[in-house]
């Protein structure tokens, strides 16, 4: 990928104007991606700041004070979805954190990145891109007081503004020269588009080994017939797959969860108090219903259904499973607040024994070896030089008692093949397959599954685009290059780079 993306480069700054440009700021050398290039507010931090870091990304920091406030606007504006920040679960809140972090560590590197690469941004820029802003206009005119007043009301300084806009201004200089080298041409575009539209149906048969409905259906004297002579091989499996063949110890509760947000504990607490209280006189279920506080169970009056250990917090595991049935817990003090337990039902863990699975082992065993001694024979099938592969197939598929089936017209914008499912080898092989080559080079496998297809009728349209139509897709087709190189970029960056996020501040989230 590498070698290919110099050589694309250096072939096409060869037959641009802009080959000095190019070379002066050291294209060639850029291989990789970024995924996001706009303004991002008071991001960059000039210096190390002395109330401690929520990540270093080489040499620079990212202040807690920068995340802070990064994270509080993502959370405002998320929050509505909610009904406020208060009302925000609290799993949920801390998986948007965790992403603002890895967004501003990603921002960090590639603004280093194309620093390093040459992408300069000059003050005269940077002056430009602030007097451009319309919120820091009244009566038609730039105001610096309400440019002065933003940076003091988000709690930053001029220098860390201007530094966050420097580095937004950099990627966008560097995502604009990438769209550049490798825009599409209109002979390109063209062509994408009939291949998108392009439409295939193809008949197929397919090999499940781990699908139950196709493996029971192996007839029981050869089961017997394989589990006499291959004995320690069914013993085998069932050694290897114990956890297939028993049941864990399980239960059934409902609880009741009242949240507990920083500094507030004490509160929760007692309104967990004042619920236990109810408890005594009141149905548990009914009370659930109108006070639990966990969105998922409140409307089934906190019924979690049945679950075995390691699906909860320990905490919450080590008091549901020591409960007796119908017996109502204390308030337990979870990281997603104050619980109130009530075990409606136990079920003792359970196992098969060999003797009674064996059969089935070894109906799946003769099944999936068949799979393998199908999917053998019909490679060499594809890959011969035969001119008869398709009456040979036809042969083989009979042979083994499949059938062929048809999965109706689709293209390359169906997410899903009909009858298949979303197998994206299935769905490139299909869409490969020719009147002139209506056969694959081998057969397509995915998981457990072994599929063999064959071109039953291939539409090509023969509508051109207009010349909007394909102004319009050479930008989708430019944008999507460029998000994939600069993507690639970011990838490199962090594996060469020293990232260290702060583990203390990130648990406390």
Known sequence: MLKAFFDTIR????SKKETSLLKTIGIWLIFGTIIVVFVFWGVG????PSSGFAATVNNDVISL????????????FYASLFGGVQKMPVEQKARLQSMVLDRMISEKLLSQGAEKQGFHVTDSEIRDQITSIPAFYQDGRFKREIYQAYIQQSRSTAAQFEAGLRSSLQLNHARELISLVFEPSEQEVATYDKLQNTKVSVDFVGFDADDKNQWTRVGQSEAQSFLT????EVESYYQKNLSQYSEPEQIRARHILIRSLPGKEAEAKVRAEQIHERLKKENFEKVAKETSEDPATKSKGGDLGYFSKGRMVPEFEKVAFELSPDIISQPIKTQYGFHIIKVLDKKKATSKELKEVELNIAKKLVFENKTSEFAKKANEILKSNSKNKSQELNQLVSQYGLQWQNTGLFDAKTPEVPKVGAIEDFHQAALGLTKEEPLPSGVVRYASK???????DRQVPQKSLSKEELGKLKTQLSQGRTIEILGEWEQHLAKKGRITKNSQFLSQL
């Open 229 to 232: 002579d291959h004995k320690n």
């Open 65 to 76: 004070m920068d995340f802070k406030r990064e994270s509080d606007r993502q959370l405002e």
């Open 450 to 456: 072994v599929f063999v297809l064959k071109l039953k």
């Open 11 to 14: 072939k096409q700054t060869h």
């Open 45 to 48: 931090s000039v210096d190390a």
